[in-house]
């Protein structure tokens, strides 16, 4: 089963920020959240990863509290192109081998 | 630019052939894959773990005769699906962990079985 937690749908206008919540209240110290998105008929793309710090680049920031219970992402200009499904996964970042199991998802929708 | 790769990426075929995907890393060595499937508005659904050089595992309720899977190198793996019926129609998706980044995606093989 998967370990996250996340809202099914959220909507959100061109230009604004989305941030996309998911709960992981289960994490294990040695695992990492990772955030992959799916644009429709087409495979998951990477966007972050983080252990217990921040994390920014140049598609998102990642924010996650510090009892790690849960953890934001956060699209700072949101387009068009950002509709898409967004899946939070937790996993041991240094285990190769482990097999990345897939929740729901939020269905982020950009409104123009 | 893609990491991974998967052949082909559409794929129509009659009820009862054999179709053979293959997923591909592509600059890297992947001792590990996995295939997902995913059906319409569904999340992905992981089949089994493609192990270089060894059986592969398959998740509870894969049939493993149904869905070969072949590790033959450190760079390629293949998914059969033997004698295909229409309820195998999906999109088919691979991954493999890629040092320092952890898992990348294929990119999908639409299947579907008339």
């Given amino acids: ?112 | 630019g893609a990491v991974v790769s998967q052949h082909p990426s559409r794929v129509i075929c009659k009820s009862g052939t054999s179709v053979k995907i293959e997923c591909r890393s592509l600059d890297f060595q992947a001792t590990t894959m996995f295939w997902y499937r995913q059906f319409p508005k569904q999340s992905l659904m992981l089949m089994a773990t493609s192990n270089e050089g060894s059986k592969a595992t398959y998740e509870q309720g894969v049939e493993k005769d149904k869905f070969l899977i072949n590790h033959a190198s450190l760079t390629l793996s293949t998914l059969t699906v033997t004698s295909a019926h229409p309820e195998d129609s999906s999109f088919y998706i691979c991954s493999a962990y890629r040092p320092g980044l952890g898992p990348s995606f294929g990119p999908g093989t639409r299947l579907t079985v008339l």
Wanted: proline share 6%; hydrophobic share 30%; charged share 20%.
């Fill in chain 1, 1 to 112: 089963d998967a370990k996250t937690t996340q809202p099914p749908s959220m909507d959100c206008a061109e230009g604004r920020a989305a941030n996309l919540p998911c709960n992981h209240s289960t994490i294990s110290g040695n695992e990492y959240v990772y955030w992959y998105r799916q644009i429709h008929s087409q495979g998951p793309q990477y966007i972050i990863h983080g252990l217990k710090n921040n994390e920014t680049n140049e598609m998102a920031s990642l924010i996650i509290t510090e009892d790690r219970k849960s953890s934001t992402l956060i699209l700072p200009h949101a387009t068009l192109r950002d509709t898409a499904v967004y899946y939070c996964i937790v996993r041991p970042s240094t285990n190769r081998d482990d097999k990345i199991i897939f929740g729901k998802g939020t269905r982020l929708h950009i409104l123009p």
